[in-house]
């Protein structure tokens, strides 16, 4: 009979009579091979030994093995150990990969979202960037510009998120800094600290001052750095009065903390959000200059505040000043007295019976002063009665508006030294001297036109000689830098045209009575 199993090769036959045992190989092969008969019911008892004896033998070798494995604990041990390791090993590797992977994921997104977004500016300031809300109305109302996310409004300003981010980022250390620090002579003595914004933060600002803060209505009494307003029509309320009475604000600037001008810009309708990128761009915190390892550094001390010297800082003061300036307005009224206000210098006059009410109006605007967050200056409360020469923000308001004698004579003698010996030595206020002498004698000329006329005259012949107008240095005015800042005034007219579709309901209040 045909034997129809497959031929085994050598080292199978091997690998089979390892498995059971010579004697038990024999004896299949001789079975398979047809030497043993088929048809017997019962093995012999040669067959049955020898598959007993196989098995007995298998036995005995997996006895004799763990016997082996038994006796040299060590190297069981070291084996499990391996194994052990072998397989955490593995499972660090995985981890360590999806790690990784979940990182540049992370990464990715983050870069990606800060080409979109801002969501930290520092320790202290970012808690409120995540609300991102704007309240359409109240800037419907106010004639605002509406800002849907940080791109829209990176563009408007015309700047990048990178750069605006650059500009808003508050830390304790760094080495960049947004402002140049100098010291400018008081009048009353001492030294003022003057933080002039850098290039990119000025134009941002002088960007706020034209499209948001320069739209708000300001309380008619407020005088100060306010369009179609100055120092002359601050002086015009008090012409004639019995009684003028200045007051001055102490610290007016560093008094309005980075929290007060965020609420403000919060109050007008912007998200928490944008109003902290308001209030980072228009504030600072006093800087100490540390210089380590030839590298200088500038560390922050104390709150962010109103920095003098920034185009926004007194346009922002007129904002939040208006609930004082009407307390004002109603005491004033109540008593019988005039009051204007020209950044932080108030001023109180009158006639008549409300003369003899001078010591209660300042009383009472003492209560005010503090309660708004203020401080009066001790040191300059005057009260100037007839008889004696009343000013107001540097103007005569005795009978008429009129400059004063003594600085107008000094002013003379130094045009005369100009014309005769020129320019050098020669010194006018704060400033180039050519720059100074003629914002004074335009100022005489604003004042008074008849007496300054012949001033102005002067000055304009001088700089007309080509010897000295090639001295005088190139400036670049405030209304140059608006425009540039400007540039782009058009993309948010157009944001905030397309704001909000209706237009305002009858119950609708402005700005200060919604604030």
């Not at 080409?115 to 808690?127: C, H, P, Q, R």
């Not at 000295?468 to 944001?495: C, D, F, G, Y």
């Not at 905030?496 to 209040?509: H, L, M, R, T, V």
Request: aromatic share 8%; with cysteine.
């Amino acid at each position: 009979m045909a034997n129809d199993t497959p031929i085994r090769t050598r080292q199978q036959l091997y690998d089979q009579i390892r498995q059971t045992s010579r004697e038990e190989f024999i004896l299949s092969e001789m079975i398979r091979l047809g030497f043993w008969a088929e048809d017997e019911e019962k093995p012999s008892v040669a067959k049955e030994l020898i598959e007993k004896e196989g098995k007995l033998r298998r036995e005995l070798n997996d006895l004799l093995s763990t016997q082996r494995k038994m006796r040299n604990k060590e190297a069981m041990l070291k084996e499990m150990r391996d194994k052990r390791m072998a397989d955490a090993k593995k499972r660090r590797e995985e981890t360590k990969e999806r790690r990784e992977k979940e990182r540049q994921e992370r990464a990715a997104a983050w870069a990606e979202k800060k080409t979109k977004d801002i969501s930290y500016l520092g320790e202290g300031v970012s808690a409120g960037l995540i609300k991102t809300e704007n309240d359409k109305e109240k800037l419907h109302i106010n004639n605002l510009p509406l800002f849907e996310d940080m791109p829209a409004l990176a563009e408007a300003m015309g700047l990048t998120i990178g750069k605006l981010r650059f500009l808003t980022y508050t830390r304790k250390t760094s080495k960049t800094n947004h402002y140049k620090r100098f010291f400018l002579p008081k009048k009353s003595g001492g030294q003022r600290m003057i933080s002039a914004p850098m290039p990119y933060l000025k134009a941002a600002q002088y960007w706020i001052l034209e499209n948001i803060l320069y739209k708000l209505e300001i309380n008619e009494h407020a005088h100060g750095f306010v369009p179609e307003r100055s120092i002359k029509s601050n002086a015009e309320k008090h012409i004639g009065k019995d009684v003028v009475i200045n007051l001055d604000l102490k610290d007016f600037f560093p008094s309005v903390s980075y929290k007060r001008v965020k609420g403000m810009f919060k109050s007008l309708g912007y998200s928490e959000q944008i109003a902290t990128i308001f209030g980072l761009l228009c504030t600072e915190p006093e800087v100490d200059e540390v210089e380590m390892d030839r590298q200088k550094y500038y560390v922050s001390k104390g709150s962010r505040f109103l920095p003098q010297g920034a185009p926004t800082s007194p346009a922002i003061t007129n904002i939040i000043c208006y609930k004082m300036d009407r307390r004002f307005e109603g005491v004033a009224n109540k008593l019988g007295f005039t009051y204007t206000r020209y950044a932080d210098d108030l001023t109180f006059s009158a006639s008549g019976n409300s003369v003899e009410k001078v010591s209660r109006i300042l009383w009472q605007v003492k209560e005010i002063v503090e309660d708004e967050g203020f401080k009066l200056h001790p040191k300059k409360i005057r009260v100037m009665r007839n008889g004696r020469r009343k000013e107001v923000t540097g103007i005569v308001v005795n009978e008429k508006m009129n400059v004063d004698r003594k600085t107008l004579r000094k002013f003379r003698a130094l045009l005369y030294q100009i014309e005769k010996n020129g320019i050098e030595g020669k010194k006018w206020g704060d400033g180039h001297l050519l720059n100074t002498i003629q914002g004074y004698a335009q100022h005489v000329y604003d004042i008074n036109p008849e007496k300054g006329k012949p001033y102005l005259e002067k000055v304009k012949a001088l700089l007309a000689d080509p010897a000295i107008s090639a001295l005088r240095p190139k400036r670049i005015s405030k209304s140059q830098m608006r425009k540039e800042a400007a540039a782009v005034k058009e993309r948010a007219a157009a944001a905030s045209d397309n704001a909000i579709a209706e237009s305002p309901g009858q119950n609708q209040q402005p700005w200060w009575k919604v604030w």
